[in-house]
Structure formats: structure tokens, C-alpha cells
């Protein structure tokens, strides 16, 4: 898919039909030996490794603020070599983890909002700091979800999360509505033919695609929105293009398919006997589900647009190769806990 949605526009802009897939292929290769590798090293070893990954994923989210790729007036990307690494994206995993031990460590304490809710979310808070300075409100958004979901499954009380969301309520507010892009971007959401060629195209031009599948799809490399009509179309709204070239059917089976492995995700965390592993294999299922319901939502208008990939299928090698590591953790999750129920 990827192919399929950058050829075109990589040939005219690049001189190379292959200049995206060969990229994301460097990044897969590079995914699939770390799945491997991290699937056969015993998952307890992340509590360990966690303090030297905090201090590094804080100086990287430093870095890239200072040294990073700026595009489109954001700095998400350090330069390595001919490739980009998004920080944000490690900061995911590194929470993830940060959350399994924190739980599994204060046990009932995590209920008491002095001794465990507020230490740990000023910690979440610093993360979320540091990205929205890139700025990217979408993954601070994402590791927000993620976190309040491992605390809520961890027993933190409901209320302490409702007092924080009341109290981040103006701060929230204060982003958007000061912010004009992401402004334009919810009018956008409530009726993007208002403006039809200016904010409300992108997403119009993705309604195009998704109803020009039908059924089953124009055909694999068949699609015309691709053709510098749909703006981002094989990164965060490729997802528009799956569905105009393998139609309904296809676009349903991505779903199931990611289904399937949320399911699984949730199977190893209730089977797993260690409450770290419980709450590590959690937090890699909502991390990847949370991404593909609102990457999906976004590209079907559910939700304003929001710079999310679609896990595993959009261009974005950070973001595969995180994706990829959780994947083999939960692996090596399973692997542990198989004879268990």
C-alpha cells in the first residue's frame, strides 16, 4: 500500500518510484530482526533497563527541540543517516513501561492521590511537556489516553482522573482555541464543505476515495486520489487509499485484522501471572489500538484530523519499529505465560 499510494507522487517530486518504499523497507528489515531479538529477552529485564530508557528517551525529546528536522514548523525528527526517528514515538513504549512498573510496584498506593496518582502523572506530564513544544498534540494526546487507561485498569480511583480532566478542561481549551490551525482544523470537522478547497479538502478528497472503492476496490494500484489529490495519502490517510483500491472488503479485513490482534493483546494481559507483564502487555494493546481507532476515525471523519499513522501500514519508520518492538515484547509475554490458563 504504501507502493501503491507514493509511486507516483515520488516519481514526479523525486525522481524515484521507490523512494518511500525503500525507506520503510530499510525500517522494516531493521523492526523485524529487533521483534526477534526483543521476543527472546524476558520481558522483566525492561523493569530493569527502565531508568537508563527514561534518561534517554528525556534527552532525545531534549535534542530533537534543539537539533531536530524542522517540517511544516514542527521538530519531531532527528536525522540518521538517510533515515528520520521520531523521539515521540520511543516516549510511547518508554511510558508503557514506565506505567507497568510504577503499578506493579505501589500495588494499592495507587489509589492515594498524594502517594500515587499525582507523582505519577507529573511524570506523564513531563513527557507530554516536552512533546508539545515539537509541537504534536496528537501523540501527547495518545500517551495521555494510554496512561489514564493503565491507571483506571491499575485501581486509581475514577475520580482523581475526572478532577484531572476537569482541570486540564481550560488548558485544553487554551490549546485549540489559540492555536488557529487546530481551530480550523474542528470547524473542519463539524463541516468541511464549508470550504471545500481550502480546510475541507483534505478530508473530502478522503470521503472521494473511500466511496470510490465500493465493494471491493477499484484494484491494487488503480486508485486516482492518489494522484496529488489526497494530501498525506501514504502516511497518516493511507488508510483512504486501502479502501478506494481493495474497496469495503478490504478496508473491513485491516479491521478485523487489527481486532484479532487487540483481542489477543487483552488475552496475554489477563493470562500473564506477573502484574508488571499484565499491565506492560495492556499498555502495547491500547498503544496500538488506540492509534488505529483514531488514524481510521480520523480518515472516516469520526474524529477532526489529527496526525496519527495507521500502525504497521502507514509510511513512518519510528513508528514501525516502536510498534514492532511492543510487538515482540508481547511476545515474549505470551511465550512466558503460555502454560498459564
Do not use: C
Amino acid at each position: 500500500m504504501i507502493y501503491s499510494s507514493s509511486a507516483i507522487p515520488a516519481l514526479k517530486r523525486l525522481n524515484d518510484i521507490f523512494f518511500f518504499l525503500k525507506r520503510q523497507m530499510i525500517w522494516a528489515v531493521i523492526g523485524i530482526v529487533m521483534m526477534i531479538i526483543v521476543s527472546r529477552i524476558d520481558y522483566k529485564n525492561w523493569d530493569r533497563l527502565f531508568l537508563p530508557m527514561f534518561g534517554l528517551t528525556i534527552l532525545l525529546l531534549i535534542f530533537v527541540l534543539i537539533m531536530g528536522k524542522e517540517v511544516n514548523g514542527a521538530r519531531r525528527w532527528l536525522r540518521i543517516g538517510i533515515l528520520s526517528f521520531q523521539p515521540a514515538e520511543l516516549s510511547k513504549l518508554t511510558i508503557i513501561i514506565y506505567m507497568a512498573r510504577i503499578i506493579a510496584k505501589k500495588g494499592e498506593r495507587i489509589k492515594d492521590f498524594m502517594n500515587g496518582f499525582l507523582p505519577v502523572m507529573s511524570v506523564i506530564g513531563l513527557f507530554v511537556m516536552l512533546i508539545m513544544i515539537e509541537p504534536d498534540l496528537g501523540t501527547a494526546v495518545t500517551i495521555g489516553i494510554i496512561a489514564l487507561s493503565l491507571l483506571f485498569a491499575g485501581g486509581a480511583r475514577l475520580k482523581h482522573i475526572m478532577f484531572l480532566g476537569v482541570l486540564l478542561t481550560p488548558l485544553m481549551y487554551t490549546l485549540i482555541f489559540n492555536a488557529g490551525y487546530r481551530m480550523q482544523r474542528l470547524k473542519t470537522y463539524w463541516d468541511p464543505w464549508k470550504d471545500p478547497y481550502n480546510s475541507g479538502y483534505q478530508i473530502i478528497q478522503s470521503y472521494l476515495a473511500l466511496g470510490s472503492g465500493g465493494l471491493f476496490g477499484v484494484g491494487l494500484g488503480e486508485g486516482k486520489q492518489k494522484l496529488f489529490f489526497l494530501p498525506e495519502a501514504h502516511t497518516d490517510f493511507i488508510f483512504s487509499i486501502l479502501g478506494e483500491e481493495l474497496g469495503f472488503a478490504g478496508g473491513s479485513a485491516v479491521i478485523a485484522l487489527f481486532a484479532v490482534l487487540i483481542y489477543l493483546g487483552f488475552v496475554i494481559s489477563l493470562r500473564a501471572e506477573d502484574i508488571f507483564a499484565k499491565y506492560l502487555a495492556l499498555g502495547i494493546t491500547v498503544m496500538i489500538g488506540i492509534q488505529a481507532v483514531i488514524n481510521i476515525s480520523v480518515v472516516t471523519g469520526l474524529l477532526p484530523t489529527k496526525g496519527i499513522p495507521l500502525p504497521f501500514i502507514s509510511f513512518g519508520g519510528s513508528s514501525l519499529l516502536i510498534n514492532m518492538l511492543a510487538i515482540g515484547i508481547l511476545m515474549n509475554i505470551s511465550g512466558q505465560n503460555s502454560g498459564s490458563g
